[in-house]
């Protein structure tokens, strides 16, 4: 039982340090959209689907770890798990790509995609064409959605 709670410490760290990330992208992209430095602007509408699923698989995930470490072996334990889960995704943090590399905004950019391209195959225009504003803001061109001017400010 304690290799496969420590196997799961080191895997379940570089979930979080993945997920804080993209998280941290996300927010970053959203604010930039909406120009709402103090909000979170557009960053639920940017985030993909299966981004927030992970996170939360890897959340609940954290917290069982944690509760069986420590109902196992004692809060001592338990606190070394969350110290190790704390190091583990600061580490990982440093081997994975930087929030400002393109890894993470071409993830995003094709779910954006392929949620406009559902959106209007299924005939829903507004969620659509606010799919496509977006897109736009972000320097893209889509069939039937004009490219929003470059704005300077």
């Known amino acids: ?5 420590w196997v799961s410490v080191f895997v379940l760290s570089l979930g979080l340090a ?4 993209f998280s941290e992208v996300t927010l970053a992209l959203g604010r930039t959209l909406g120009n709402d430095a103090p909000g979170r602007g557009y960053q639920d509408a940017v985030t993909p689907p299966w981004q927030a699923r992970f996170g939360l698989l890897v959340y609940v995930l954290t917290l069982v770890v944690i509760a069986l470490s420590w109902y196992e072996f004692g809060i001592g ?3 070394e798990t969350i110290l190790l889960l704390f190091a583990g995704s600061i580490v990982w943090r440093r081997l994975l790509p930087r ?10 950019v094709i779910s954006m995609s392929r949620r406009y391209a559902d959106w209007v195959r299924c005939g829903d225009r507004v969620r659509a064409a606010a799919m496509g504003e977006l897109l736009g ?16 400010v």
Do not use: F, N, Q, W
Not at 18 to 21: E, F, G, H, M
Not at 137 to 152: A, C, N, V, Y
């Open 18 to 21: 993945y997920a804080i990330v």
């Open 99 to 108: 929030s400002h590399s393109s890894h993470y905004l071409k993830l995003i």
């Open 77 to 79: 334990r338990g606190l």
């Open 137 to 152: 803001k972000m320097g893209l061109d889509l069939p039937g959605i004009p490219r929003r001017p470059e704005t300077s």
């Open 1 to 5: 039982m304690s290799a496969v709670l």
